[in-house]
């Protein structure tokens, strides 16, 4: 499945923590999100890892799962970064 992981992370050495952890499982397509294509128990693991660096008082992360169909019909424009697992449009 398709996850797009975003944060806004207060701390930059948390910051720099939570970039890290995702570059782990996912690429990054801009300065604070990530595609992740990942099997549920290895989302599971990312998201705890995640939940385990953030200060819930101050930051804040969100992750949108895809199916398949919502994967192949999302639209982007201008220059990025695709995985290879996913379709991308230029518009």
Known sequence: MLIVIAYDIADPKRLAKVAKACEDYGARVQY???ECHLD?????TL???????????????????????AARETLTAG?????DRVVCYLV
Request: proline content about 6%.
């Open 47 to 69: 998201w705890l890892t995640l939940l385990d660096l953030i200060n819930p008082q101050e930051d804040r992360i969100v992750a949108y799962k895809l199916d398949a169909r």
């Open 40 to 44: 549920p128990d290895t989302f599971e």
């Open 79 to 83: 220059t990025m970064v695709c995985t």
């Open 32 to 34: 604070s999100v990530f």
